[in-house]
């Protein structure tokens, strides 16, 4: 089976069988990870690992605090605006689909917003480019979405927080659903956050990638759970971390490091796995994906049927096939494969194969 889901995604088979090997016994201690004391030498030996791989894995430089909290990317909407809006100013938001929305909403809540570009004109088909962001004269950070999971829309540059007197203002990016799926560029953000359920582990875990200059901007009200320098300060520990998901996590990392060979090599994988697939739906005459060819997401592909009554005869078939989870976002309906990290290329050819068969017959 090929587990073609926008999140909570398909793991590494690899990672799946060595956390089912260390269940029942953490390396001969008696225990499972589950059961340990998020302060015992073992689990702080596994989150500093996990930490340290990360860090290789990106290159994070020195200057970035790397925080392993909760609530997922839903709540560092809120967190966000926190921790950045103690000096005041404006959040700035790009708004290039549904995820932005709800992060521009959240911001709106404690501070306003100004929605400083949109993609609304073009029917969240292409990205603002950087001459189009016009922010406002006291933005206090500037925020994007790089990959917009529901529409399959992603960036294909890094977005610059430049005023009008030339000076700068963090960038901050939901990278949810596309970090750890190629290199990256970590010194030009301010703050990068991700649920973890996609290319990173289990859901549970949210990772948050903090320039250390930022922890002092906090609000006075921030409640001390939303604080990013008060989670620094604990080592992610303050209260009790997602031990297991963190652990989890640890384990994709060492997958992508000795299984994959690093982020260079997985950004290549990515790339063959996504540029078959859009040439088998470019080719054909029953598939159409409608977004720009330079923002089109690797890691999400939405794709509509020309016929959508054969919507209901695609899944039941693909999903017989052992191709699960193709349906589309309620929101938007069609079809939706999610390439995350764990999705093999063999997955992408059998979709690809059964794509092309499904047209035959049917088309
Ligand atoms: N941002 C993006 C880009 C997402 O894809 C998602 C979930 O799919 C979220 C935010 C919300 O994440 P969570 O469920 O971790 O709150």
């Not at 995820?99 to 911001?107: D, V």
């Not at 430049?162 to 030009?188: F, K, N, T, Y």
């Not at 303050?238 to 031990?243: G, K, L, V």
Request: aromatic fraction near 8%; hydrophobic fraction near 40%.
């Amino acid at each position: 089976h090929y587990n073609f889901c926008a999140g909570p995604a398909a793991l590494p088979t690899a990672v799946l069988e060595k956390a089912r090997e260390e269940l029942l016994d953490y390396q001969g201690r008696g225990l499972s990870v589950m059961e340990m004391s998020h302060r015992s030498p073992e689990f702080v030996a596994i989150a500093e690992q996990a930490e340290a791989d990360l860090r290789e894995l990106l290159a994070v430089p020195d200057n970035y605090r790397v925080l392993f909290l909760q609530g997922g990317a839903s709540m560092q909407f809120a967190m966000l605006p926190y921790n950045l809006l103690g000096q005041g100013g404006t959040p700035n938001y790009l708004y290039t689909g549904i995820w932005g929305k709800k992060a521009i909403a959240e911001a709106r809540h404690l501070a306003g917003a100004h929605v400083a570009a949109s993609s609304e004109a073009n029917g969240l088909t292409a990205v603002p480019r950087q001459e189009d962001i016009a922010l406002s004269g006291d933005a206090a950070y500037l925020h994007y979405t790089s990959n917009e999971t529901i529409g399959g829309l992603a960036f294909d540059y890094i977005p610059e927080g430049r005023l009008a007197d030339g000076s700068e203002v963090p960038v901050v990016c939901d990278m949810s659903s596309s970090i750890l799926s190629g290199p990256l560029d970590v010194s030009q953000f301010g703050v990068i956050y991700a649920g973890a359920q996609k290319n990173i582990g289990p859901a549970g875990l949210t990772l948050a990638i903090v320039r250390d200059d930022l922890l002092d901007r906090a609000r006075p009200d921030t409640p001390t759970m939303f604080n990013y320098k008060v989670m620094a300060e604990h080592g992610s520990m303050y209260n009790t971390p997602p031990t297991y998901s963190w652990y989890l996590a640890g384990l994709v990392f060492q997958w992508l490091k000795h299984e994959i060979g690093g982020l260079e090599a997985m950004n290549a994988l990515n790339e063959r796995k996504a540029a078959k697939l859009y040439a088998a739906i470019d080719q054909s005459d029953m598939y159409s994906n409608p977004i720009a060819v330079d923002n089109r997401s690797r890691m999400n592909v939405p794709f509509v049927l020309a016929d959508d009554r054969l919507d209901k005869a695609f899944l039941a078939e693909s999903e017989e096939a052992g191709l699960l989870n193709l349906k589309g976002h309620r929101s938007v309906g069609g079809m939706r494969a999610s390439l995350y990290n764990a999705v093999p290329e063999s997955g992408v050819d059998t979709l690809v194969e059964f794509m092309a068969d499904f047209e035959r017959r049917r088309g």
